[in-house]
């Protein structure tokens, strides 16, 4: 089960990230000021439109790199899903005490790589292996 403290670890440990409270009192993670990760409380539209009675637990927002990718995600069914309020944006949401603590090492990092600018990626370049 994922905790806060380690999506603040992981993102922490990225290049150049830096953390930040949003409106509302919520963490998210920037590089260079593009928002990666955050965390993203559910708000009453985002409840009915899941058709939930109240939010499951914590909820992680991370970026994708296409709109492929996020569909490919919300296809499995359990840790990811979205809302209406997502539909064309390459995010997706995670019941973060659903995923597996490697998984949500693998989502934070891809979405630091979708989301930092070209100058960042030329000074840390994804490792080949």
Do not use: C, N
Request: net charge negative; glycine share 8%.
């Amino acid at each position: 089960m994922a905790t806060w403290d380690d999506v603040r670890r992981l993102a922490l440990a990225l290049p150049e990230v830096e953390e930040l409270g949003t409106y509302g009192g919520s963490v998210s993670w920037k590089v260079k000021g593009k928002l990666f990760v955050w965390e993203r409380p559910l708000r009453k539209r985002d409840l009915a439109d899941l058709g939930w009675a109240e939010q499951p637990g914590p909820v992680l927002g991370a970026r994708v790199p296409d709109l492929g990718a996020k569909e490919a995600l919300v296809a499995e069914q359990g840790v990811y899903f979205t809302t209406p309020h997502f539909d064309g944006h390459a995010s997706v949401l995670v019941h973060l005490e659903r995923i597996p603590l490697d998984e949500l090492g693998e989502l934070v990092t891809e979405s630091w790589y979708a989301v930092a600018p070209p100058m960042v990626l030329r000074r840390h370049p994804r490792d080949p292996a």
